[in-house]
């Protein structure tokens, strides 16, 4: 394993080829510093995006993962070579961890030409098709029969890559959800659909609370209806969400069946940057999931276990706040995208404007 | 008489026709416990209780479809798109269900039912986020479609969008729900299907809608300052029913015509309104109506680009002098 | 009770407020004998409106209920002036049940001004609100948020009235039936949502047998998602579904919470009357079920127990065929609707039309 | 050259693709063991296998999205819409997903991907089940939308839609699938973007697409027959892209013309027609478009009101009568 600096050197997280060479210890204690690390990283990283909102240099709608990092950082240290991810508008978190540059991941949350997606998609379209990252969708549930149908491709084309697929709470009650979940049940029969569903379920979606959007909250239950396996993780709990990621990873590689996975989370941050009134939730209640922070719960466990000391975390979070630094002035001083970019990408091939420009 | 907000307004309307009027209730995400994210319904959940204003889950087709249905039992539901983005999700229920039961039941039900929410760009919301919808729902016979812009309208088409038996489709200028404007106090009402005109003038008549009105004013001025051009600005204020008249008249008046939108320009309501002028009016027609549209690309992301997208100033007023003949094209 | 023939003969079937007096004696022999006439006539109106169709004076599509009698005959058993029934497009049997005019209803299949909705809905829209029955909708899954709306209104306005509401096999994979489902649960906590969903699995929707549009094949667990209680009945046997009816019935009405009962059944017809190529179903399967067509159940119950004999079989039979023959004439005489009629029922209030009429 | 149906040649573009192209799949309602519902599929499911002909559950905004992630993959489906109607459920992946993720990607991904189906009026399919949806769909920048007339035209531009990186709405005559035309055997294409001039004249132009461009034949007929009137006739055949200068071009040789369209008037495609003529031809026009449209009413089951709904042969010609100033308006 090449020296800490030397991976983080540029500002990226370690990438996941790395990360696999380890799979067998994927729990091993200095695995888990690492990990910290990366979580480290997509707390500061957010924390800045935070700051950017406010000073209005972030537009739109800015959706961050504060509290919700062990999901996706556990689920993606199962990501094999070739695997697909592919999640809602809270995604800053998924290019991060598959080695996308935060310096790119940023400047398209400042909407700029050196962004992951030009500058043109923002902070809910973050895109990194090479690294496997299919996006950053902006319409709940809309992305889950998509994630779906990549999962059935990954097995037409008789792959054993599979589609990681995250959707949140609130998503499971539309009809695309649904829909999708069925087709995936359905195929999986037939060993046509390596979908992992994992449905970070961080109790609410937007103002309202699981309790008050369906009258039967066990929500990794509803798989029940379509005939997929599941089960729930305590997504607070990196080392949980490890054991449960590499298990299921490789049955659903393996079988080509869906498999769906509840993660019990909390979204500690507000819904949305510019949602400041909280009238959906008590202070208490962010208390109590602060003290299962899973920064701080790993933090705890690290510690303890004297893989780390107070001096080498204070050193990491140095470092993260450094790095994301930097990663904020390139995305600042990175130029806006040129004005001919307007009228690219609306088609592929030869016809990529059919408007006028006048 | 009083300034309040076209949010303020838009409230107004709603409490108001709900204190007088026991069958009006309000369903949508977040309106109740939330206050709505954009604080429209704002305290009403307290006024008015949970079974009038009823947070719904996510599931936009299948609160609507029920709002079809307690319309029809006699109820007068308000429905909540968060943003009308998401009534793609609905579309079923509001362009096939709500418009159409009446006439195949043979007039047996009314489907007396509102949708709303903001329309139209925002800033930076990109390209699932930015849509203007006047036309696509404006095609559908059943429907009524709206789209009001001062603060004034918003309040008194909202009163008329509740008592009507039909289904509107009732679209907010999401850019504006901090604007002022004087709203009067308590009942009126602004009925459907008569345009207005939002500024005299007799050189060339600029037609739109929602917050496109707000920009041929700034050009109206503009003309004025800059070349003594007498604009004459007409808000439509209503897509379905639509009030040709009034356009006609005003082109007849000033023989010349640009018609102004923030949607695509393809089967746009700018499209309408040239084809309806050049039939209705078309021996008064000094040069041809010129349309000026957002651009054919979906909402981009930078400010930069996002500016581009959306009809600017200089846009209406290059159109105005091209049909006045003051700049060659 | 009056004499049978006064009852049918206007050629209407009994209406419910009749069959109410007797809800205590549901299941007598006396009651069943006049469900069986129900269902007869039911039976004998499909068999015209094949016909009709097949002689091109029927258009558009239509889809017979035939082999599914006892799930509506048993259902609108329990039905009380002021419930509501609403449906998908095989809808011909409700009006029938219900009490409209079997004539006026042919009539709409016609396509005439004597129609249930003045001939400009057709088959797969007949309404008659006068008797609870609100449609008769086209679009699978449609209905289903509409119903549970009505369901909500029924609450609202403080009645102990319920909304029937039925759907077929291939809806439950839709997701506005999700949607739908799951805002009934959320209310009928409350009290808030007197829908009884009644799930006709007839084993098809269309050419799809219900093992190849889902993983999950049991349809009414599917409610177990979303907190509504469920039940099977079996659809064929009147009887069995006289008594979930009356039961369920009650328990929604005075909860005001949702219930959910999967009829199994079979449509023993073609899907729609244009379809007559059936590959996907064998002849020894339709064969297998026919031999448990409802009717021919009932009629062999009955006579076993005395109750009907051959002749009264017969002769109810015959009768069936002279209302239905004078249905049929009714329909055909009747005159098209007038050509003003086309722009009528656009818009309720003053402005009915906003085109040109050129 | 062999004579083909319309359903035939749509079967034939896409069995020889699929022979030729593995990453082509067929997906929808009862496509398969059923044979669809129009039988445009009947025998692939034999040929092709279950993972390549893949019968889906009734979950059409579920199974579209499907297809737009099997197309990010780089597999090119083509999904059945039983009928267009249904399509309304699948708005939200059609409008907002399929078409819009290259641009906020990006340029990352392409989206080949077809949804198709029969659209139009049929025989008394009445309200829910009878709608034109071209200036519905063609109004979104990123989604092409076409309209083939010809079991010619339907085969090339099948054929054209498969190879299209671009989500493509490929709109049938959903009345015509049992009408013969010459069909080429083996690869052809027909691009999109080009209009087809369907017969050519001097007098007037009529403009039309789908199975209006018949009806627009057959006027053409008896405007010959009857006033010596030489009627060109242009199918339209593709809405996006649009080909505006095969009409211009026309009418600056006619001075008038006339669109047709079965669908609703406000904001449909023989508004765009008028608005474009009428921009780019100002000067060539001796009359105002005149547009043909269906009745402004949801779809009529009786036979005799859905007569009068669709747009006739009478309204045709009496239309170009007046642009021709032979008749009094
Ligand atoms: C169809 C649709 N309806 C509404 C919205 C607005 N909206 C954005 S995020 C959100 C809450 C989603 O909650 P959840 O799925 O739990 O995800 P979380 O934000 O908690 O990660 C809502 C309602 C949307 N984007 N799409
Ligand atoms: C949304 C939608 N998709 C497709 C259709 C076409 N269609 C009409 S009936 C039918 C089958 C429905 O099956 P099921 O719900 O089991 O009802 P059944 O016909 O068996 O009574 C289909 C696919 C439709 N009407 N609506
Ligand atoms: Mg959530
Ligand atoms: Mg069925």
């Known amino acids: 394993m090449p020296a800490e600096n030397d991976r983080m050197g540029n500002g990226s997280v370690e990438t996941h080829e790395e990360s696999q060479e380890e799979a067998s210890v994927a729990t091993s204690d200095d695995h888990l510093a690492d990990l910290y690390k990366k979580m480290a990283l997509i707390r500061t990283f957010e924390e800045a995006t935070q700051r950017g909102f406010r000073q209005g240099k972030i537009g739109g709608y800015l959706h961050v993962y504060i509290g919700q990092e062990a999901v996706a950082t556990g689920f993606i240290d199962a990501y094999k070579e070739g695997d697909k991810v592919i999640t809602a508008y809270r995604d800053h978190a998924f290019p991060l961890l598959l080695g996308s540059d935060p310096k790119e991941t940023m400047a398209e949350l400042y909407g700029k030409r050196t962004g992951l997606a030009k500058g043109k998609g923002g902070s809910m379209h973050l895109f990194d098709i090479e690294r496997g990252f299919y996006g950053g969708w902006g319409i709940v549930g809309g992305h889950v029969p998509i994630g779906v149908g990549m999962g059935y491709a990954l097995r037409y084309n008789e792959t054993d890559q599979i589609c990681q697929l995250y959707l949140g709470d609130g998503a499971v009650n539309i009809g695309p959800f649904h829909e999708a979940a069925n087709l995936a049940g359905l195929w999986g029969r037939d060993g046509m659909n390596a979908t992992l569903f994992i449905v970070e379920n961080n109790q609410y979606g937007m103002g309202t609370s699981v309790a008050r959007s369906t009258a039967m909250t066990d929500l990794s239950a509803k798989f029940n209806a379509y005939g997929i396996e599941n089960e729930k993780v305590d997504g607070m709990d990196l080392e949980a969400v490890l054991e449960c990621a590499h298990r299921v990873t490789e049955q659903v590689r393996e079988t080509g069946k869906p498999y769906a996975v509840e993660a019990i989370t909390y979204r500690t941050a507000p819904h949305g940057a510019a949602d400041f009134f909280e009238k959906y939730r008590t202070k208490d209640e962010v208390k109590k999931w602060r003290e299962r922070d899973p920064i701080g719960l790993l933090e705890h466990k690290l510690l303890e276990r004297g893989t780390l000391d107070e001096d080498r975390i204070e050193e990491i979070k140095d470092e993260m706040k450094e790095t994301i630094d930097e990663v904020t002035t390139f995305a600042e001083e990175s130029e806006e995208p040129p004005i001919e970019e307007l009228y690219t990408d609306v088609y592929a091939g030869e016809d990529e404007y059919m408007g006028e420009e006048e | ?329």
Chains 1, 3 share one sequence.
């Open chain 2, 1 to 329: 008489m009083p300034e309040k907000t076209y949010r303020e307004a838009l409230r107004e309307a709603m409490s108001e026709e709900m204190e007088r009027d026991d069958s009006v209730v309000l369903m949508g995400e977040d309106i109740g416990v939330y206050g709505g994210t954009q604080l429209v319904t704002d305290g009403l959940l307290d006024r008015f209780g949970p079974n009038r204003v009823i947070d719904t889950p996510i599931s936009e087709d299948g609160f609507t479809g029920t709002a079809v249905g307690m319309a029809m039992m006699g109820m007068r539901p308000i429905v909540e798109m968060m943003t009308m983005n998401f009534s793609f999700l609905a579309v079923d229920q509001i362009v096939n269900h709500a418009p159409k039961v009446r006439y195949f039941s043979g007039g047996q039900v009314e489907v007396p039912l509102v949708i709303r929410g903001p329309n139209g760009g925002g800033v930076q919301l990109s390209a699932q986020h930015t849509h203007s919808l006047e036309s696509f729902y404006g095609q559908f016979p059943g429907l009524k479609v709206v789209a009001p812009v001062t603060p004034h309208d918003v309040k008194g088409m909202m009163l008329t969008a509740i008592r009507d038996p039909n289904p509107v489709v009732f679209l907010e200028a999401g850019a504006l729900y901090g604007t002022k404007g004087e709203v009067p106090e308590g009942d009126y009402t602004v009925l459907f299907g008569k345009a207005r005109i939002a500024r005299e003038g007799d050189d060339v008549t600029l037609i739109s809608y929602g917050r496109q009105v707000n920009l041929c004013l700034q050009v109206a001025d503009k003309l004025n300052d800059e070349d003594d051009i007498k604009a004459e600005v007409i808000d439509l204020r209503s897509l379905r029913p639509f009030d040709e008249e009034t356009i006609i008249e005003s082109v007849k008046k000033t023989h010349r015509a640009v018609a102004v939108q923030e949607q695509w320009r393809y089967f746009g309501v700018a499209s309408e309104v040239t084809a309806i002028i050049q039939d209705k009016a078309f021996d008064y027609l000094d040069a041809p109506v010129k349309r000026v549209s957002g651009a054919e690309v979906p909402g981009p992301y930078a400010r930069n680009l996002e500016l581009a997208a959306f009809p600017s100033e200089e846009q209406v007023a290059e159109a105005a002098r091209q049909v006045l003949y003051l700049e060659v094209v």
